[in-house]
């Protein structure tokens, strides 16, 4: 096989990427295993090309055919499952394909050399499960994106945690403020006496000390009114 846009590169007579990518695949397959049979070897073909092995690979594995590394050239391997689409249920996944009518029904399925990749060998007494298989790639996806969320926001993230961790012990003491008071409840002064525990009226005479501007019993006014508002039923 041969094109009008072949060029000859390092004694391989090859064909341009974007006429190789227009042929179908299994044409594909017959122009490369055409330049391995000249003793040309694989590398040096894709080379020139300018595709990647791997790509050759994959496309011509979905056509069940394997590179045998002993003969230099793609065989077709019958034992191989294809990768099709369920149209049925739209779901993606490993099934069996429907016999190749153009291959002998007795052909021996060829041994993969060493570092050759299947996508998937048919076992005998073994049931594929492609439902489990897309829903592990699906969540494994799902996962993946969450991490890289992660990643894109670390500095955020790392910038909240400084200032939570800065603010975790620091406890917002309201300032005491008189006019809280009602007006209409600082009136008619009176005295009373009344038993207190030592600790707590030492604690309260610290506290009083401590806002020495306001008067002693306008403090203990206002903290009788909060309790009362507070527990009041």
Known sequence: M?????????????LERVEFDRLEVLSQLEYINTELTKGNTLTKICE????????????????????????????YDKSIIKVV???A???????????????????????????TTIVAKKLQNQNVRPNTDVQGIAD????KNDLLDL???????????????SNINIIDVPQLDINTLPQDLQRDITTKSVKLYSP????FDKLCKA???IKKQDLISLALFEFTNKYKK
């Open 200 to 203: 707590v009226y030492n604690s």
């Open 48 to 75: 020139a090309i300018g595709v990647a092995r791997t790509t050759i690979r994959d496309r011509f594995l979905k056509e069940r055919y394997i590179f045998n590394k002993i003969n230099n050239t793609y065989e």
């Open 211 to 213: 806002y020495s501007s």
């Open 85 to 87: 689409k369920k149209q």
């Open 2 to 14: 041969q094109c009008k846009n072949a060029i000859k590169i390092l004694g391989v007579i090859i």
């Open 140 to 143: 494994f996806n799902n996962i």
């Open 89 to 115: 249920k739209g779901q993606m996944g490993f099934f069996e394909d429907a016999p190749d009518n153009n291959t002998a029904g007795n052909e021996k399925p060829l041994q993969p050399s060493k570092g």
């Open 151 to 165: 990643v894109e926001n670390k500095n955020d993230l790392m910038e909240m945690l400084k200032n939570y961790k």
